[in-house]
């Protein structure tokens, strides 16, 4: 049981183990039954409160991450999308320092976002969506040249290839994706 089965369930949760406090208490309170029902009432209501205020804290840190990352996206999306369009319009030279560094950046950006994806705190469809972006960059040659040399460095948290991969469901591989259903 993860706290996300929690977030979904707390309400059952609650009512379960506070009735099942409750009935305790009734059977075998004996004069302190009522401060026992009173105390798993209270407790019940601090257990839903508790949780439902990790649930908000939990969604405004998703949403800081989100916004965060998709900023430092936007800054780096033109700078990749003309890697890739200078080498579809012929450019084969090995790329500048410069352009080198625009795709590290946006390798430790996938990186960072599998980290926080791993601590739980990113949900599996936005996951799933940011992969399948991953593993379309991967596709262009001037991108995959530097991943594959960079991710020797183990410096990504973990992120691999496979990992993206499996992130987008993709079930045959970079030459032709093709979405599970």
């Known amino acids: 049981m993860d706290r996300h089965f929690i977030f979904r369930n707390y309400w059952w949760i609650a009512l379960l183990l506070g009735g099942l406090a409750i009935l305790l208490a009734i059977l075998f309170g004996g004069s302190d039954r009522m401060g026992l029902v009173a105390s798993a009432i209270a407790g019940t209501l601090g257990f839903c409160y508790f949780v439902h205020q990790q649930k908000l804290a939990e969604t405004v840190l998703f949403h800081q991450l989100f916004t965060a990352f998709n900023a430092r996206y936007d800054v780096l999306n033109g700078k990749l999308a003309s ?94 994706p093709r979405a599970k259903t």
Request: hydrophobic share 40%; proline share 5%; net charge negative.
């Open 83 to 176: 890697l890739i369009e200078n080498e579809a319009l012929g450019g084969v030279e090995p790329l500048l320092p410069l352009q080198r560094g625009f795709v590290v950046d946006y390798f430790n950006l996938c990186a960072e976002e599998y980290h926080y994806f791993k601590l739980g705190y990113i949900p599996r469809n936005v996951w799933r969506s940011w992969c399948r972006g991953m593993a379309w960059h991967l596709r262009q040659p001037c991108i995959k040249a530097v991943w594959f040399v960079e991710v020797k460095t183990d410096s990504f948290y973990g992120l691999t290839y496979e990992a993206i991969l499996k992130g987008a469901e993709f079930s045959d591989g970079p030459t032709g």
